[in-house]
């Protein structure tokens, strides 16, 4: 048995593709802005004309306009919960290189504050950690699920969640060689003077290995915003770390150090070698990782706000004296992608209400733009009319449709199941059911049609590999139950069986009341081919009259039946004869097909039917938990669903229930 936490992934980016005259391929771009005044507080009630965007220098009408407000419980009820318009992403990432154990602690104390007390319940959070010696690791997904997010901020270095996009770090920093001298006797002063250079050099060796921690966080956060973009949208990660030594890259900043005139005697004596040009002019290799560090993040829509979570800095402390503290290597990382620092402060969930008040308003934008040349990269600016002093943050531009970009860009699992992204590669099809349970949870079994020809081209070589998963979502986004199904086929075996028809698979979960997508993904692994459909479904209360939808009976005759994890009896059954539901049903003109309709809490003889279209019934029994009834139904061509309608005798009280038929 396997339950998987929600996974998932989506925000605010939505590209659709339409033909226009035949020869002009149009997309339509959502951009997603914040804008917020002087002092970081949002602005609200900006108008569609205020907003100018810019495509690569040139402008384009803003077509599409939407305020969504997550401090209004109107704008936010006016979206549903599992639109992404209405979702924010955000990645808490922990710095385990540059952060001590101390700092970690005050920052997991805020990280659980925030979760629990300032994220809208349907934003988007994941939990990574970055380390020079072990690499970055992507803990969790995206995902609605609290639990999961609570547990990982417990413990990020070791918490092992069941993320698809998980990723291991590259090999580890190797530390500089130790360095060693002993000098006596007259050549004393001669020793001395070698000391101070071998000391001058351990310093550079010392320096050299700082840097290269640095540079190799750079491009571990580099690789990170490259795995990001795979997930559509805006997404801001929340670097949690004490940061760096800034002067490393940069340089050191103009003053009268000790430092700075020992090397300008040096210089004045020509002794050159004395002089370290990366710590006194800053690392040109160092600017150029930075800078493709921030060429990756603004490409793939990804913004890193710091939170300094040392806290409180001064410039001397008893333990170390005089000196300075800097966090200006928050600021080289925030500011190259856009965020902010926020920093010098002891309270940490203010931070933490600080970054999101500057997030709580979005205005929605959307254009259309022409797609000529697939997988090219438009930038993108968004300027504002008549608001002065206002700073605004938006997605740093767009991929055209098309090309080996998208590739890159290639849907995580995690996203096509949250957001319901149609999949093309395997035809599916789907039916749940709910049936009385224990402890106030329902047995819904799952039934998945897997189109058998698509299985085979799809295949590569004389194994595949099937991956299964079903999630059951609440109105809220959350997942209440899943299942996961791996499948080996010997593709030789099993060719003419699915050929013939496909693979049934039967699955149960366990649902309390309430309404529920079913959402299954299929992929095959070795070829990275995919399907997805997705069911509505309704766990009634526990003493409510509830209909089944019509279940037609069909047979293993074809079938290639797995059965993946099943918690109480087989329930689909009529006098004792056990049937196998279709999923997708076709009627045919002319042809009889029987279905089977299951009522719970209501008896056969105070009940009246009515289906559309007309069906004869042929047999209804008594049930532990109400009655089944079994129909007939004669095929025809215009028929689009099956309805049946139960109604009480003597009473209006009627409970309906559907199923969409497949054309024939």
Known sequence: MSRLAAAAVLLFAVTAAAQVRETINVSVVEVPVTVVDRDGAPLRGLTKEQFEIVDDGQKRVV???????????????????????????????????????????????????????????????????VDVDLGFRLVTSFTTDRALISAAIDDPKKFRGMDPLQIAGNLPV????????????????????????????????????????????????????????????????????????????????????????QESFAIEHGEIWKVDSDERYGSSTSLSILDAMAQMFRRSDVVLHAVDIRGLRVDNDVRSGAGRKSNEGLFLLANATGGEVFRNSNDLSGEFRRLMARQQVVYLLSFRAPTSE???????????????????????????????????????????????????????????????????AAHVPVILE???????????????????????????????????????????????????????????????????????????????????????????????????????????????????????????????????????????????????????????????????PAARLLRQVRSESGSKFLFEIEGSAAAKTVEVTLRRKGSSDERRSSLPLSPP
Do not use: C
């Open 63 to 129: 077509e599409g306009f939407e305020q969504i407000d997550f401090a209004s419980r109107e704008s936010i009820s006016a979206i549903s919960p599992l639109n992404p318009a209405g979702r924010r992403s955000f990645l808490l990432l922990f710095d385990l290189s540059f952060s001590s154990p101390i700092a970690i602690k005050r920052a997991q104390n805020a990280a659980r504050d925030f979760v629990k007390r300032m994220v809208h319940r349907h934003d988007l959070l994941a939990i990574a950690t």
């Open 174 to 261: 190797a530390p500089p060689p130790a360095v060693a001298f002993a000098g006596t006797g007259e050549r004393a002063s001669a020793a001395v003077e070698a000391a101070a250079d071998v000391m001058r050099n351990a310093g550079r060796q010392e320096d050299l290995y700082s840097r290269r921690k640095i540079d190799r966080q750079i491009g571990l956060l580099t690789s990170l915003a490259k795995v990001l973009r795979s997930v559509s949208g805006l997404k801001h990660v929340i670097f949690l770390s004490e940061g760096f030594n800034p002067k490393l890259i940069q340089g050191r900043e103009a003053g009268a150090s000790p430092e700075q005139f």
């Open 374 to 440: 697939p997988g090219r990269f438009h930038r993108l600016r968004v300027r504002l009319v008549g608001v002065p002093g206002a700073r605004v943050t938006h997605r740093a531009g767009y991929w055209e449709a098309g090309g080996e970009s998208e590739v890159e860009r290639s849907l995580s699992n995690a996203e096509i199941v949250l957001n319901d992204i149609p999949q093309s590669g395997v035809r599916m099809a789907s039916l749940a059911t709910a049936f009385p349970g224990r402890e106030g």
């Open 450 to 612: 897997i189109d058998g020809s698509d299985l085979l081209r799809a295949a590569s070589g004389g194994v595949s590999t099937l991956e299964l998963f079903v999630y059951a979502f609440d109105e809220e986004g959350l997942v209440r139950d899943a299942t996961f199904q791996r499948v080996r086929l010997e593709i030789e075996k099993v060719r003419e069986t699915l050929l013939r028809r496909g693979l049934k698979y039967y699955g149960t979960l366990a649902l309390p009341p309430g309404r529920y997508a079913i959402r299954s993904l299929l992929r095959v692994l070795e070829s990275d081919v995919k399907g997805y459909v997705r069911t509505d479904l309704t766990v009634p209360e526990e003493g409510e009259v509830a209909v089944s939808r019509p279940l037609f009976l069909d047979s293993a005759d074809g079938w290639l039946m797995v059965k993946g994890r099943s918690e109480g009896a087989y329930p689909f059954f009529i006098d004792a004869e056990p049937f196998i539901p279709s999923a997708a049903v076709t009627l045919r003109s002319g042809e009889p097909r029987r279905f089977a309709v299951f009522v719970t809490n209501a008896e056969a003889d105070e009940t009246e039917w009515e289906t559309t």
